[in-house]
């Protein structure tokens, strides 16, 4: 009499059949050889842990106005202060706030307008260029012309042409409390060709393939065979476009707040901190801008150095 395995051992091994399949991979194999995937991987899942866990990480909350001790202000790194005597990691900005905390809590702005602002680009630019390789037409036409059209002009331009046309028309009493999705907006509504000219050369060539004509022999409808078959078959491009405009997107927020016309003071992202630390960098506190812009360096170098690992990796002609 043999003993039938249990429905949970069955989905354990299952799982670890998976993970085993997954981690022999080629994608794997090649992440584990890459001195630089691996550095650049660990500094991205640093960065973002401190940056979700900023609450707990940070030693000070910087934006409780009950914790601000003016006579921290200008405190240089891991010195004491003549006043008060504390000592800061990272030193203090003109307030007295901890450049260290204010640095996490930035870096979950930059991070939260970077992600969503490349998810809104993602979905739309995957979108469109489905449909107008796919539908063909006067529908390709329209939408490829619009995407050459806003491909002759900046995108950090085009960013702040939406990002002043959406808060011209946000009442203003809530302009403070939208500036970041309105942020994400621009950013997104500004990334979203790239996604959409590569997608759209993926499908006019898949859906010449085999499989495409057996879907629409059987009856499938157009909207099932670009979601089900197509849109499995053209991700890998997508995959590495996405990696590397997630460093842009970053940049781009940390120049629209440079430049006053992001994140709102209440809510400081990295660009914003810059933007403060460069008024005192020529009177000597050099540390309020250098430890922001250091920081949001290693974020968008690391990044950039997955994504190029990524593209090499999915590149069967490197392989």
């Not at 702005?109 to 979905?123: K, T």
């Not at 997104?188 to 629409?216: H, I, M, N, P």
């Not at 927020?253 to 630390?277: H, M, W």
């Amino acid at each position: 009499m043999t003993d039938t395995p249990s429905p949970n051992s069955v989905q354990t091994e299952r799982a670890r059949s998976r993970i085993a399949i997954a981690w022999d991979s080629d994608l794997a194999y090649s992440f584990r050889r890459s001195p630089v995937a691996l550095i650049s991987f660990a500094v991205v899942l640093l960065l973002v842990l401190s940056a979700v866990f900023a609450p707990l990480v940070a030693p000070y909350d910087p934006f409780d106005p009950g914790t601000l001790n003016l006579m921290n202000g200008f405190t240089p790194p891991g010195e004491a202060n003549a006043f008060t005597g504390e000592t800061f990691l990272l030193g203090t900005d003109d307030q007295g706030r901890d450049v260290f905390s204010t640095i996490l809590f930035g870096l979950r702005i930059s991070l939260f307008v970077g992600f969503a602002a490349v998810a809104l680009a993602l979905i739309l630019g995957v979108t469109l260029g489905l449909v107008a390789g796919y539908v063909g037409g006067m529908t390709e036409t329209v939408i490829m012309r619009i995407a050459d059209v806003q491909l002759t002009f900046p995108a950090i331009l085009v960013a702040m042409l939406i990002f002043g046309i959406a808060k011209g028309i946000t009442p203003p009493e809530y302009r403070d409390q939208m500036a970041i999705w309105v942020l994400i907006l621009a950013i997104g509504l500004s990334d979203w060709v790239q996604f959409a000219r590569v997608v759209r050369g993926a499908t006019l060539v898949e859906k010449s393939k085999e499989y495409v004509q057996a879907a629409r022999l059987i009856g499938r409808s157009p909207f099932a065979i670009m979601l089900r078959h197509i849109l499995p078959n053209v991700l890998s491009p997508v995959l590495v476009i996405a990696t590397i405009s997630l460093a842009l997107a970053i940049i781009a927020e940390a120049t629209l707040s440079f430049l006053g016309v992001g994140a709102p003071p209440t809510e400081p992202s990295l660009g914003t901190l810059i933007r403060i630390g460069q008024g005192f960098l020529f009177s000597g506190e050099w540390w309020i801008l250098f430890f922001p812009a250091c920081t949001l360096l290693a974020l968008a170098l690391s990044v950039n150095l997955l994504g190029d690992w990524l593209r090499d990796a999915l590149n069967p002609r490197l392989r």
